[in-house]
Each structure stands twice: as C-alpha cells, then as structure tokens.
C-alpha cells in the first residue's frame, strides 16, 4: 500500500487539533494498524518518516511508532449505519 492512500485513511479517520499537526480520531472511530492493537480516542501524528498514536489506557499515555513503509494495512471500525 503506497504511503499516499495510507495518509488519506488516517486523514478520513481523523479529525485535526486545533493549533497542533496532530490529529484526534473521530467519534466512534477505532483504527487497527497491520492486525495489531486497536485504537480508540487516540491521537495520531503523521510525520515525515513515521506516524505516532498516543492513547491512554489505564491512566498511563502510550505512544505507538510505525515506519510508514512497514505497514501494510490499517482497518477502521465504525457503528454500522
């Protein structure tokens, strides 16, 4: 999957913060990243070189990296409609 169509999913999951080049995942929106953990009211960054989710999960913020060329796919997860 080319890097173009990786950013337009995260971009269409997203929403951006305001005065920030982060981006919050949208309402009722989870993202999974190659199979892995599924995210949910996370914040995403996309960077140059990678992209970063921060969550928190038990009061604790984790911050997830991923290589843009080492993902292969990203599933999101929304209410049927």
Avoid: H
Wanted: proline content about 2%; glycine content about 6%; aromatic content about 10%.
């Amino acid at each position: 999957m080319n890097r173009a169509t990786l950013e337009k999913v995260f971009e269409y999951a997203s929403r951006p913060v305001q005065g920030t080049m982060s981006r919050k995942l949208r309402k009722d929106v989870k993202i999974q990243v190659n199979e892995g953990e599924v995210y949910e009211a996370a914040t995403l960054f996309l960077g140059e070189e990678f992209i970063r989710v921060t969550a928190v999960r038990d009061g604790v913020a984790m911050n997830t990296y991923y290589d843009w060329d080492k993902i292969a796919s990203v599933r999101t997860l929304g209410p049927a409609e």
